[in-house]
């Protein structure tokens, strides 16, 4: 079966610096989402893309993130200045349409900010 | 805006009983209910999507209905396994022109004793 891959699965950073986290998406999806799990709490949305822009984003994603899918394959989250309460982790899902498909979640990436 | 809760946060049952999980949702307007588990440390896995058009899915051991009218949906295990230990998670989608991000409940954490 199909699966959304994404790399690292965990990464240590100092506070104040970029990380950039990686996702492949299952080949046949067209929108995809970036998602957070703080330990212990709810999973929150982050932003969605599709047709390679973003068509919505949560009042997390603020300057400090980004997002891009540059060659058409590898979508990416980047975080700019890294905050010791960006600890998170970060699941990349996509999805083959809007409505009628479930959505698939990759396995994580586990960032820890020190 | 979509609230989504889950009741109860852990439940605990001896291996060979049904498990029942509830999922509440405070916007009627939801479109898809997905199902999802979550191994500790690790991603989410969907088990069963409810389509906007739907009342009920099933997969095996697994059947999930979904009641808009009162905000409900109901995930039923059957015959319970040490196996089926994890975090179970309901997420709801709402009926949008872009984005259809995910909404999530925090989970309920089942424990199978054997």
């Known amino acids: 079966e199909p699966e959304v891959t994404q790399t690292p699965s965990h990464q240590v950073t100092q506070m104040g610096q970029e990380v950039i986290l990686r996702c492949v998406p299952i080949?046949?999806?067209?929108?995809f989402y970036w998602y957070r799990q703080i330990l212990g709490q709810k999973v929150e949305f982050l932003v969605s893309f599709y047709n390679n822009e973003i068509s919505e984003k949560s009042e997390i994603f603020d300057d400090q993130f980004s997002v891009e899918r540059p060659d058409g394959s590898n979508f990416t989250l980047k975080i700019r200045s890294t905050k010791l309460e960006d600890s998170a982790m970060y699941f990349c899902?996509?999805?083959?349409?809007?409505?009628?498909?479930?959505?698939?979640f990759g396995s994580g990436t586990r960032l820890t900010v020190v | 805006k979509q609230e989504v809760t889950q009741i109860p946060a852990a439940l605990s049952v001896p291996e060979g009983e049904n498990l029942v999980l509830n999922c509440s949702f405070t916007d009627s307007a939801i479109y898809n209910l997905q199902w999802f588990r979550q191994d500790p440390g690790k991603g989410l896995t969907s088990l069963l999507l409810?389509?906007?058009?739907?009342r009920e899915q099933t997969s095996g051991r697994l059947n999930a209905s979904l009641d808009k009218s009162s905000g409900r949906s109901t995930l039923y295990i059957a015959a319970s396994q040490p196996g089926d230990s994890a975090t179970y998670l309901c997420?709801?989608?709402?009926?949008?022109?872009?984005?259809?991000?995910?909404?999530f409940g925090g989970g309920t954490r089942v424990l199978v004793k054997p």
């Open positions: 997420a709801g989608s709402m009926i949008k022109a872009a984005g259809n991000k995910l909404t």
């Open positions: 899902a996509g999805a083959e349409g809007q409505r009628t498909y479930g959505y698939t």
């Open positions: 080949s046949n999806h067209l929108y």
């Open positions: 409810i389509q906007s058009s739907q």
